[in-house]
Nanobody, 114 residues
Framework: QVHFVESGGGLVQPGGSLTLSCAVS????????MAWYRQAPGQSRERVAS???????NFADAVKGRFTVSRDDAKNMMYLQMNNLKTENTAVYFC????????WGQGTQVTVSS
């Protein structure tokens, strides 16, 4: 069974940066397009970034130019570098495949507040 462990969240002031990590086990994720998602309080989960096995990247309009995504297939890891964070980026962040149809992990809380 696929297992995700997200980490790296925390409390940061507006304008600050965080790097999230996603450890993947139970699948060779190098064969898959992987993605980061987030769910803010009272809202549906949404995809914020994805990265293919060849390094092709896509971002939600709201985070373009501020977030970047990377992967290390040798370590079965994926990362989300978030810069110039805004209060509206407060959410629980998750990783999964592009379809979001694997078992979800617990996510990591990101809180952007002064």
């Amino acid at each position: 069974q696929v297992h995700f462990v997200e980490s790296g969240g925390g409390l940061v002031q507006p304008g600050g940066s965080l790097t999230l990590s996603c450890a993947v086990s139970g699948v060779t994720h190098s064969n898959n397009v992987m993605a980061w998602y987030r769910q803010a309080p009272g809202q549906s989960r949404e995809r914020v970034a994805s990265i293919s096995k060849t390094g092709g990247k896509n971002f939600a309009d709201a985070v373009k130019g501020r977030f970047t995504v990377s992967r290390d297939d040798a370590k079965n890891m994926m990362y989300l570098q978030m810069n110039n964070l805004k209060t509206e980026n407060t959410a629980v962040y998750f990783c999964n495949n592009l379809r979001g149809n694997w078992h979800w992990g617990q996510g990591t809380q990101v809180t952007v507040s002064s």
